[in-house]
């Protein structure tokens, strides 16, 4: 008999949960204007609003929180970080930041001008924040492939290399300061860029002679589905394709709180000495000085172990599992799903699983706050309120995708807890019919309203 599949782990700390009640939970989402993010966490029985700094690190990286240099100026735990960084991504400049978003702020504050264009593939929520906030437009050249969510395609993620080069065409070099490629792309759920796909995009990019960059944020498991799905890379190693892919780029943002398996952090690295002095400059501006940039010693040196981890084949062999198990328990109930499955998270089709409840009445949200009153459990809308309101017309924006995202945190969950999750959402869809209407904005904010925004039924 073949041996079924284990984690590559054991736990040794928990953290009680507590189930409510449905009576509990309607007064609760009701205080909360139906926002998700408004919940307190004990209101929550299962979370998979996010893997941001949600995961559980290893007792080696607890080590090093405990080994953390806190010296101000050349702290040993940046030396460590250094060295991960320069040897698994071979990138040699670099600086670290608070977390994700605070690279993104030091790299457009360094290349961003207003009227500027950022090409890319379905860029991430403060990405594109960060690049609207300075008059500028982050171009999507996904595939078309990634909106259809019940065709397979093993590289959703992948950029159209046509779509790609017709804004390089179109538009002077100078209005183009980089290419940005996010690995995986969460926005099109948690899907894969193939290699050969950076490779060609980077080769266009050299052409025009525009800097590519990595949103790395998920860059070991876009290996793991690297090695999984592209045949060339199947006898390779984590650690080679992880430096085949970064070969490719001028350098990358990083939000530590994914791949690098700690609750905060991030970095920006590069190659350009020219580039990394200006982003210094900023760094010291906004995060502090070059070798804490926004963090104490301790943080620097979980990231760095954190990073070796996340690039371990068998971890990430029982993450993409995980991920993959949700998916296959969904799909077992008939609930419609992005197929296939991503990196760290299940996108459930909410325009087919509500498909009676108009859009202007966000059906992905209204979704959410169904699995949430079902059994407690709390996702994420990817849909019509995370894509906000267009920054001239300052009309609604319906994007082709109506999502609910499940994202799983590392390490966390067991797969009981996966099979509470499906479950819930069984029982959604079996009555699905009977959910007549959804939700209308009562406030929100200019920008990225969706952490903010107030809502009630219709
Ligand atoms: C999370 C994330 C970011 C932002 O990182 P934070 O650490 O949350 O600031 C940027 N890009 C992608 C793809 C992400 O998933």
């Given amino acids: 008999m073949e041996l079924p599949f284990a984690e590559p782990y054991k736990i040794k700390v928990v953290e009680p949960l507590r189930r409510s009640t449905r009576e509990e939970r309607e007064a609760w989402i009701r205080e909360s204007s139906y926002n998700l993010f408004k919940l307190r966490s004990e209101q929550v029985f299962i979370d998979l609003l996010t893997d941001s700094g949600t995961s559980a690190m290893s007792h080696n990286q ?24 320069n040897n698994l991504l071979g990138l040699p400049l670099f600086v670290p930041t608070h977390q ?22 379905a860029h991430f929520d403060t990405t ?12 999507d050249c996904t595939i078309d492939e990634a909106s259809d969510t019940s065709l397979y395609h093993p590289f959703k ?31 099109s759920g948690g899907q894969p860029v193939s290699m050969k796909n950076i490779r060609e995009v980077s080769n266009l990019c050299q052409k025009y002679g525009i800097p590519v960059f990595f949103d790395a944020a998920r860059f ?3 290996a793991y589905f690297i090695k999984t799905r592209e045949k060339e890379y199947a006898q390779k190693g984590i650690r080679d394709i992880v430096m085949e892919m970064f070969s490719c780029v001028d350098g990358a943002t990083m939000s530590g709180k994914k791949d690098a398996i700690v609750n905060i952090g991030g970095f920006l690295a590069c190659r350009d000495k020219v580039l990394f002095d200006r982003i210094s400059m900023y ?43 949700l998916g296959s328990l969904l799909r077992g109930y008939g609930v419609p799903i992005q197929e296939p499955t991503g990196g760290h998270a299940v996108f459930v089709d909410a325009r087919k699983m509500l498909p009676h409840i108009p859009r202007e009445e966000f059906q992905a949200q209204s979704l959410a706050v ?8 709390r996702g994420v809308e990817i849909g019509a309120l995370l894509a906000d309101r267009d920054p001239a017309s300052r009309e609604n924006r319906y994007p082709r995708l109506e999502l609910l995202r499940l994202a799983i945190p590392r390490r966390v969950y067991t ?34 309203r969706h952490f903010t925004v107030e809502l009630e039924r219709c």
Avoid at 62 to 79: C, N, P, R, T
Avoid at 297 to 320: N, P
Wanted: proline letters at 2%; a neutral charge; aromatic letters at 10%.
């Fill in 283 to 325: 760094c010291i501006l906004y995060e502090g000085y070059l070798t804490y940039g926004g963090l104490a010693g301790r943080d620097l040196a979980a990231m760095a172990q954190g990073l070796l981890e996340g690039c371990e084949f068998d971890y990430l062999e029982s993450r993409v599992r995980q991920v993959e198990y």
């Fill in 415 to 448: 797969s009981n807890h996966i099979e509470y999750v499906a479950a819930c959402l069984g029982n959604i869809y079996e009555r699905r019919d009977k959910i007549r209407s959804g939700l209308k904005i009562v406030k929100e904010a200019p920008i990225m």
């Fill in 62 to 85: 607890w080590s090093e929180i405990m080994l953390g240099d806190e010296s101000y100026a050349g702290s040993s735990s940046f030396f460590k970080l250094k060295e991960v960084i």
């Fill in 100 to 121: 994700g978003r605070a690279a993104e702020n030091l790299l457009f504050s360094a290349m961003l001008k207003k009227g500027d264009l950022v090409p890319g593939n």
């Fill in 157 to 187: 993620g992948n950029i159209d290399l046509g779509k790609l080069e017709q804004v390089f065409r179109n538009n002077p070099r100078k209005k183009i300061p980089l290419c940005l490629i996010t690995i995986t792309c969460n926005t």
């Fill in 128 to 139: 594109k924040g960060h690049i609207e906030f300075r008059k500028a437009t982050a171009v």
């Fill in 220 to 222: 070991a498991e876009n």
């Fill in 370 to 377: 169904e699995l949430y009153l079902e059994g407690g459990v």
